[in-house]
């Protein structure tokens, strides 16, 4: 059963930084990219960054570009999300997914089959 682990989240206050991980239990269910998707309470859940496994082009959504990076380690079916200059607006669960399909849309959360469990980001002002 594939298991994808997250890790990172955590209680920060506004500037500060967070990496978040996320790790895939077996290689098969690696897929063609890990994307990150966060969820507000009383939000719908939103695209946050996605990259691609092979080659590594990476996607972002217009509200953190340029204070989050996401990466990954092959090696170790393992993908960040590194948070910079953290608002309180960024307070959500975050999740890791994996997208198999290779010309689906990164930013739809629908095209992703396989998710993590989700890890808390708090930001307090």
């Known amino acids: 059963q594939v298991q994808l682990v997250e890790s990172g989240g955590g209680l920060v206050q506004a500037g500060a930084s967070l990496t978040l991980s996320c790790a895939i239990s077996e290689r098969t269910f690696v897929g063609y990219a890990m994307g990150w998707f966060r969820q507000a309470p009383g939000k719908e859940r939103e695209f946050v960054a996605a990259i691609k496994w092979s080659g590594g082009s990476s996607f972002y959504a217009d509200s953190v570009k340029g204070r989050f990076t996401v990466s990954k380690d092959n090696a170790k079916n393992t993908g960040y999300l590194q948070m910079n200059s953290l608002k309180p607006e960024d307070t959500a669960v975050y999740y890791c997914?994996?997208?198999?399909?290779?010309?689906?849309?990164?930013?739809?959360?629908?095209?992703?089959?396989?998710w993590g469990q989700g890890t808390q980001v708090t930001v307090s002002s």
């Open positions: 997914a994996t997208k198999l399909g290779q010309y689906s849309s990164y930013y739809y959360s629908n095209n992703y089959a396989y």
